[in-house]
């Protein structure tokens, strides 16, 4: 809470087409800084997760990555979201996060506005060579990518198709993917099948107006993520 400001807040005219432009106001986001935070509370937490670069101007950067930092050294595990918007720092601001980071979950699209570069596989060895320990890359109907190095240099890339779903409303895809993607690292899956439910998320939350439409409880979206039908694979 902060006093003298409004509640961040946003308006989302919805296309026919599902996209929604964004009309926002960052209002508390804003003033929210390394201050605010509570970190004995953090120390009992597993998981740290960070989406809102560069609406935090008074913690994004080097504030930001020391949180990140203090959780990797309490064996919490970090994942890391971002809306990549043009920003004069967001590329310093993300950079001296990724060394403490374990998941870097931007979109592909926004991966690549971020680092000026073409291609996926150009994208991943970038960002992977910033020090995230693995990279997770929402890439709407065409899946979603993951890639990490191995022990003997090389990267590690793997695809997991998307569901195939009406489009209705693209609110919320974005986040329920990587809220289905920590839900299944905390029961022990393997990143595969949490990206698995990531998807499933995303595809259950673009079917209905609103950022939780279609997700009514876990076992819900195992059950759908087992059963839907899967978009083919596209090329990388």
């Not at 403490?100 to 060579?129: C, N, Q, R, T």
Request: aromatic share 6%; net charge negative.
């Amino acid at each position: 809470r902060k006093g003298g400001v409004q509640t961040s807040s946003t308006m989302l005219p919805i296309r026919p087409n599902g996209e929604r432009p964004a009309l926002h106001v960052p209002g508390a986001n804003a003033l929210f800084n390394k201050e605010d935070i509570d970190f004995d509370l953090l120390k009992t937490c597993d998981y740290l997760h960070v989406g809102g670069t560069p609406l935090m101007p008074g913690i994004d950067g080097d504030d930001l990555a020391s949180v990140f930092r203090f959780a990797r050294e309490h064996g919490i595990t970090t994942t890391y979201d971002l809306l990549a918007m043009p920003h004069p720092n967001l590329a310093r601001s993300v950079e001296a996060c990724l060394p403490w980071v374990d998941y870097f979950m931007p979109g592909l699209e926004e991966a690549m506005m971020l680092s000026g570069l073409k291609s996926s596989s150009e994208v991943i060895d970038h960002f992977l060579s910033l020090g995230a320990g693995a990279v997770v890359f929402k890439n709407g109907a065409a899946g979603s990518l993951l890639a990490s190095t191995s022990s003997g240099g090389s990267t590690n890339t793997q695809q997991v198709p998307a569901f195939k779903a009406t489009v209705v409303d693209s609110t919320g895809c974005g986040d329920s993917f990587c809220a289905g993607f920590i839900t299944g690292l905390s029961m022990d899956w393997d990143v595969l099948e949490a990206a698995r439910l990531g998807s499933a998320c995303g595809a259950l939350v673009i079917q209905g107006l609103g950022s939780d439409a279609g997700i009514v409880d876990l076992q819900g979206t195992i059950d759908f993520m087992k059963t839907a039908e899967k978009l083919p694979l596209t090329e990388r």
